[in-house]
């Protein structure tokens, strides 16, 4: 059966039929915001790479996470700017270290406020890599138990999930029997499981200040080319007691982002990282395109690729735009 008799345009003529048989959808309960935070006082101090994007000190911080609750975006991930690196990464998992004194403040506050701590040494680390330095080669087994404390520092802060994004080999297994033996049996794993070294990490690694200082990431991190590695990194990830799983970045990596829901069917989120905002800001901006039916237009082919959650520069717009809608 087929033309004329089949008609694809009939269910397509007004918005009230469109929004009837519309396959997915993007709603604000699928945001996650990531936000920035450093020491000082009185800091308010937009990433020149990312406008509408804020490095925060504390105080500040609190008045923008209020803006967040207000939008009704139920997740936050933080990331923190310490004041001095070292070698090894120490500002990463001390008790009063910023991303730890940030989430006190915040659960204080707003303690329905889902809020995520991504757990990495890169932007606390001297050398900037996501691990620790031995003769120039990031070492994957001694970096396990410095994650594993950082993570451990940030569910004693009050964090309600943790993300690891480091890249290194058996990292989950180590954080999971760690907030184990430490009373956080109850606290999920968000594995930033098929993360691959890309170049559209650049404008993050402004506001995060996280830059390797030789070198590069493609050691640790995945390889563009690769798509069954992904398969295999989430597979480790989940064996390992990872609870959501990532694939970072979204937009270049829409086949992972499916293959990954159909092999596992696992929570999946896709981030949206600093680069994919940057380039529409920047179109936008020129007025060569249109911000926000480009970037609706992007999130709901996240959904549709098969993402659950998508952690996005864009949630507070989003959230506004789905609001009015
Ligand atoms: C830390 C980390 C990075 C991002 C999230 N966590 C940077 C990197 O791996 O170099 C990138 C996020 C973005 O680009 O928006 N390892």
Redesign the pocket.
């Known amino acids: 059966m087929y033309f004329p008799t089949l008609r694809p345009r009939r269910l397509r003529r007004s918005a009230t039929l469109r929004k009837m048989v519309q396959e997915n959808r993007l709603t604000v309960d699928d945001l996650i915001y990531?936000m920035f935070v450093m020491y000082g006082n009185d800091q308010e101090n937009e990433v020149s790479s990312m406008p509408g994007v804020f490095q925060y000190s504390i105080d500040k911080l609190l008045p923008a996470v209020g803006e967040v609750v207000e939008l009704d975006i139920p997740a936050i991930i933080l990331?923190g700017i310490p004041g001095e690196k070292d070698e090894v990464g120490t500002g990463a998992f001390v008790d009063d270290g910023i991303v730890q004194q940030a989430i006190r403040s915040i659960k204080e506050k707003y303690p329905d406020l889902l809020v995520i701590t991504?757990v990495?040494l890169?932007?606390f680390t001297s050398h900037g890599h996501?691990g620790i330095i031995n003769d120039g080669e990031v070492m994957n087994d001694p970096t396990l138990e410095y994650l594993a404390r950082t993570a451990v520092s940030h569910a004693k802060a009050g964090a309600d999930m943790v993300a690891p994004?480091?890249?290194m080999d058996g990292r989950v297994a180590a954080i999971r029997e760690q907030l184990d033996e430490n009373g956080y049996s109850h606290i999920p794993i968000m594995a930033?499981s098929a993360?691959y070294s890309?170049a559209?990490?650049?404008?993050?690694?402004d506001?995060?200040d996280?830059?390797?200082q030789f070198g590069d990431?493609r050691s640790y991190?995945m390889d563009p080319p690769n798509g069954d590695e992904a398969i295999k990194e989430t597979t480790l990830d989940i064996e390992e007691g990872a609870d959501i799983v990532m694939v970072?970045?979204a937009l270049a990596y829409m086949d992972i982002i499916r293959r990954v829901k159909e092999e596992f069917g696992y929570p999946l989120a896709a981030?949206?990282?600093?680069?994919?905002?940057s380039m529409i800001k920047a179109a936008a901006a020129k007025g060569w395109i249109d911000e926000k039916s480009v970037v609706m237009e992007m999130m709901i082919g996240f959904k549709r690729a098969g993402a659950d959650l998508v952690?996005t520069?864009f949630a507070k717009d989003i959230a506004k735009w789905l609001r009015e809608s």
């Open positions: 990531p990331f991504d990495c890169c932007e996501c994004s480091d890249m930033y993360k890309s559209f990490y650049g404008p993050f690694r506001a995060a996280s830059t390797p990431r991190q970072k970045p981030y949206n990282v600093s680069g994919e905002y952690l520069y």
